[in-house]
């Protein structure tokens, strides 16, 4: 079966995805009244629908979808929905990405570095080449799913988490103990 064909049976369509799709090979369940959102590079618009070389090696890229479809997805894989959790446990084969920053299969960690980094960081998910993400933080049960569309800005999309967690943690210490 080739594999946007996988995705649209095993992903999309189960989770109601249905404004994903794998660019150039076909087309969302549900044509969207939104245009697609261009991709800068620097100064350089790219409309990601049609250039092909954001799909890298077919499978490393290429998806095209919506917060709203990116969180279905984050949950069903924090609630062990599309694949078993312990071929999920499998996927967190960690290695050293960056400082603080470990490499699974597909997912990245942030991790507590002492002094550096607080405990309250820790999550996992993934920030793409296009500045999009999507991370989990366990401890809040807490998505952060959203697009930056500027390729490289991987780390700033990390950023930006990181900002929110602090927020987030802030306000809740201010409901007295009433949880996240």
């Known amino acids: 079966?080739?594999?946007?064909?996988?995705?649209?049976?095993?992903?999309?369509?189960?989770?109601?995805?249905?404004h994903s799709y794998l660019a150039q090979h076909s087309e969302p369940l549900v044509q969207s009244d939104h245009p697609v959102a261009d991709v800068y590079v620097g100064n350089t618009r790219i409309d990601v629908a049609q250039h092909r070389s954001l799909s890298i090696d077919y499978a490393g890229g290429g998806i095209l979808s919506t917060s709203d479809d990116l969180l279905k997805f984050m949950k069903a894989l924090v609630n062990d929905v599309i694949i078993k959790a312990d071929t999920f446990e499998k996927m967190k084969d960690?290695?050293?990405?960056f400082f603080g920053i470990d490499y699974g299969y597909g997912i990245m960690s942030i991790k507590t570095i002492p002094i550096f980094m607080p405990k309250k960081y820790n999550s996992w998910g993934n920030a793409g080449s296009t500045g999009s993400f999507l991370f989990y933080h366990p401890e809040m049960d807490a998505y952060f799913v959203g697009s930056l569309n500027?390729?490289?800005y991987h780390v700033k999309g990390i950023r930006i988490m990181l900002k929110v967690?602090?927020?987030?943690t802030k306000y809740s210490r201010g409901l007295s103990g009433s949880g996240y």
């Open 150 to 152: 500027q390729q490289g």
């Open 165 to 168: 967690i602090n927020i987030l």
């Open 94 to 97: 960690w290695a050293r990405f």
């Open 1 to 18: 079966m080739p594999f946007h064909a996988a995705l649209k049976q095993y992903i999309f369509q189960p989770l109601k995805m249905n």
